[in-house]
């Protein structure tokens, strides 16, 4: 959507392009606004899925090729954000700049709502909609009550079974922390303060050892801060990739 720089917006786990509307909706009066739904997920849920972070980078970076895309902005949320420095390992002289959003260096996730394993036992047992929606809830304050919701429960049902589980798979398998100090790009770091996925640890690491980097914070968020605090997420991208 859009016309201008290219920004591109890379979903996590259990994500969609769909998560991004009121970025897409705000962002496409300055950027050309590029959101990929992951192989497996949202529209593309009928694409073979990878179970390696390598793997997305590659299928993504392959898709702007394709657009002939050669510099762009790039946002990462979540697993997306671990599919985002992968993207700067392979390709770092791509990206104009960069953001990891809720998410950190370490695929195990440690300090996570429950482990990795746990979550891989409870989709085979409870299925692909009580997953969904299970883990959704922790990514808000208010948990299902929360006005947007839906698109992550919607977003959570489009997903492949396949997909889900191979993604599970795909974090617990990666680590980012070697290649932190090789990241070049000018990056900002966004954080809500009671994100139950990931920890200040998380976050921390990933502001210590990127070199050119910036850490902002919301208050009163969990997860999903583009979704609770839409406003104020918004604005500080927008200021970030304005700034000289």
Request: net charge positive; proline share 2%.
């Amino acid at each position: 959507m859009g016309s201008g720089t290219p920004l591109v917006l890379v979903h996590g786990f259990l994500g969609s392009s769909e998560m991004w509307t009121l970025q897409t909706d705000f962002f496409k009066k300055n950027f050309r606004v590029l959101a990929p739904a992951l192989p497996g997920f949202g529209k593309s849920n009928k694409v073979n899925s990878y179970n390696s972070i390598e793997g997305m980078a590659k299928s993504i970076l392959t898709s702007l090729e394709k657009k002939k895309i050669e510099r762009f902005y790039l946002l990462g949320h979540s697993m997306g954000g671990m599919i985002v420095q992968e993207m700067a390992k392979l390709a770092g002289e791509k990206i104009l700049k960069l953001i990891c959003y809720g998410t950190g260096p370490r695929g195990n996730i440690p300090g996570r709502f429950e482990t990795i394993d746990v979550s891989r036992d409870k989709l085979k047992i409870n299925g692909l909609d009580n997953t969904a929606y299970r883990i959704a809830k922790t990514w808000f304050i208010e948990e299902d009550k929360s006005k947007y919701f839906y698109l992550c429960e919607e977003a959570g049902k489009q997903t492949s079974l396949e997909a889900a589980d191979n993604a599970l798979v795909a974090m617990k398998n990666w680590s980012g922390i070697e290649n932190l100090k090789n990241i070049k790009n000018e990056t900002l770091i966004i954080w809500g303060d009671q994100d139950k996925a990931y920890n200040f640890n998380q976050v921390e690491t990933l502001k210590e050892n990127i070199i050119n980097s910036e850490l902002r914070i919301v208050n009163g968020c969990s997860h999903n801060v583009h979704l609770e605090k839409p406003d104020e997420f918004n604005t500080i991208v927008s200021e970030f990739l304005k700034k000289n």
